[in-house]
């Protein structure tokens, strides 16, 4: 006698009011630690109108931090657009001893907190630190100058597009690489004509997300800089400096170009995706 069917169980979520409950969820949440806190930004940025936005904008000091985030994030996000392709090829695609410790130090930035991290720079780069005074005879400043901001942005960035990478290579294998070598390609060759194209949309998901890290660190940033008005602030250290000094309108003039910039980043990835949304999928697949 045929073993009767087992009768279907609806899916978790499957009924129409449980799923406007998880998308009435979803909006509220979105709405409340998202879209009223970028409101909140500008509307209080045009409090005074637009003359007084347009001049904390044009402030001499608001002008160097732009340049200075701007100049930093592409130094930062080029440095680790290679070191994350370089240690994700390596980690996914062969076997080495000391791959579990690359991975461990790939995350360490995840670990600690950026403060401790830029501490430890002064700790080693600073006056009285352990390279400290070979550095001062030689004419070198790290720390409160520009290379040490540029130092521990990379430093807090460098996971961003290896992270995306290695599990994106690891599903991938080594059969086209291989391929590609049997038939006669060089090392350069098959990297160029085949892992980077198969890579190419984790590898810009990952410059996206390390650009928008590099572009609002604080906390490292912050130890290193030493708040130098017009030569070591960035964008996020000049809101603050502005805030503490009741400079409100001036201090959200700045924070909302540093949110128009995040903005801008996720509209470009959100039309690349529309844009190639086809490419994509067969990529995943």
């Known amino acids: ?116 991290s830029g501490l430890v720079y002064v700790l080693l780069f600073g006056l009285h630190g352990s390279f400290g005074p070979w550095l001062r005879d030689h004419g070198v400043q790290i720390i409160f100058a520009v290379p040490g901001v540029v130092m521990a942005t990379v430093f807090v960035t460098f996971p961003f597009v290896a992270r995306e990478l290695i599990p994106l290579m690891q599903e991938q294998g080594v059969e086209d690489e291989e391929a590609a070598i049997v038939l006669g390609a060089s090392g350069w060759q098959t990297f160029r004509l085949v892992t980077l194209p198969n890579i190419r949309w984790g590898l810009l998901y990952g410059v996206l997300l390390c650009n928008a890290r590099a572009m609002g660190e604080f906390g490292a940033v912050s130890v290193v800089s030493g708040h130098i008005r017009g030569k070591t602030n960035t964008m996020p250290l000049h809101v603050e400096i502005l805030y503490n000094e009741y400079n409100f309108v001036a201090a959200f003039a700045v924070a909302s170009l540093l949110a128009l910039l995040a903005l801008v980043t996720l509209a470009a990835k959100a039309a690349l995706e529309w844009r190639f949304a086809d490419q994509i999928a067969a990529a995943k697949r």
């Open 1 to 116: 006698m045929p073993a009767e069917p087992h009768s279907r169980r609806p899916a978790v979520g499957e009924g129409p009011m449980m799923r406007l409950a998880l998308i009435g969820l979803a909006i509220l949440f979105l709405a409340a630690f998202l879209a009223l806190p970028l409101v909140a930004v500008f509307s209080q940025a045009l409090a005074k109108g637009v003359g007084a936005f347009l001049k904390g904008l044009a402030d001499p000091d608001a002008l160097s931090a732009v340049r200075l985030t701007l100049t930093v994030a592409a130094i930062a996000v080029p440095l680790n657009l290679v070191f994350g392709v370089a240690a994700s090829w390596a980690i996914a695609k062969f076997n080495f001893r000391g791959k579990s410790l690359l991975l461990a130090l790939i995350d360490l930035p995840f670990s600690v907190s950026p403060v401790i």
